[in-house]
DNA sequence: AGCACTGATGTCAGGGACTGTCATCGCGTA
DNA sequence: TACGCGATGACAGTCCCTGACATCAGTGCT
């Protein structure tokens, strides 16, 4: 092997990063990104299923993460705990907050890239509820947790990559479980 | 006015609820949807921005409804006290449970629509964690809050809408809703 | 060497979503 | 009557995305 330039789908996908930063999501042509990464649109979506999908490649490491913690967890541990180690463990497969950052302020700024998001994160959250409920949780609370879960990670990590902020992720993941604790305890 | 049929928006979209029953949402084009309608593509798209907006109408009613009902809750109440409030109103503006199945249905056919309807399910999150915060809800509290109660919601929604279930919607919701109170209290 | 085979890419044609622009037409109003 | 307004139609065009076929370097077999 060796016949064209190697890692093809990584050079996608920093051409994407860096046309979308430039001119922005719908100035940018996929003909463009494939362009920039010394290929042709053809070939870009044969990595990649649409002009949306090059911005969301590390789903799939997050996901392993997330339920291979989830599977991990001592028995004897109750659901939401084993949602915060879930949470620590996706903490580790994150880029620098820098990079972070940047790829946030692309996604926010279109819809259809939020609504991409969304649906990752959604998928997400069906494959820890699979996880929780493989460990015996029953259905609702297994899907319950899940979602709580998602609500933490959104808002720790959002605080995360806020301008001032200098904290630690699973430092500000384990404070956005508490203050959810606190929040469901009082009614 | 008058000079044309009436209701256009509204016919556009029983078409589409039609179209993409009978044949699926990919294969129904938005050219057949204005057809059915007796209109033409380009009055479609000045009806609805794509072709997914047509099945997500009703997102600003509910969004009224949930954030009126948040904002008129007793100033003594809980953050979940109120969330719990905002749900039932919600239930009020629902349509009935056979429409609901179709077009439940058909969203979850496709993922472009699955998509929509969480950008919309997200848009209503914010929109909630706004009226709280002018409760005078911290602002963590607040997002932790609406997210949660969006969860309650899917959870309640999806078992109202389960082929053998009979009981109503605002029961459903209160039960999930301490449901989630009890898993969150067990860490 | 000669050969077929494989796999990633290029090339080309085309459908469908969506937009900009201008024309049309019925109605209200001066 | 003349004029403007507002919703719609007609048409051209861009871009997203797909199917079909050609190309071409490397691999293994003979």
């Given at each position: ?10 050079r ?35 990595h ?7 911005l ?15 599977a ?8 939401i ?6 949470l620590?463990?996706i ?37 820890v509820?699979?996880?929780l ?14 979602e ?6 959104k ?8 301008p ?24």
């Open positions: 092997m060796g016949r064209w330039e190697p890692n093809t789908r990584e996608l996908a920093r051409a994407a990063l860096e046309l979308f930063g430039e001119r922005g999501y719908e100035q940018t042509t996929v003909a463009e990104i494939a362009r920039r990464a010394g290929l042709t649109e053809r070939t870009y979506f044969r990649y299923a649409d002009k949306r999908e090059v969301f490649g590390g789903a799939e490491a997050l996901r392993e993460a997330f339920t291979r913690a989830v991990e967890a001592p028995a004897s541990a109750a659901p705990d084993v949602m915060a180690a879930g620590v463990a903490a580790a497969v994150f880029p620098e907050r820098g990079t972070a950052r940047q790829r946030h302020s692309v996604v926010g700024s279109h819809p259809e890239l939020l609504e991409r998001e969304l649906i990752k994160r959604a998928t997400l959250a069906a494959a509820t699979e996880a409920r493989a460990r015996g949780v029953p259905d609702h609370a297994a899907a319950l947790a899940a709580a879960g998602m609500a933490v990670f808002v720790g990590y959002e605080r995360w990559i806020a001032a902020e200098q904290r630690e992720l699973p430092d500000l993941l384990r404070e956005s479980l508490s203050e959810l604790k606190a929040v469901t305890a009082g009614g």
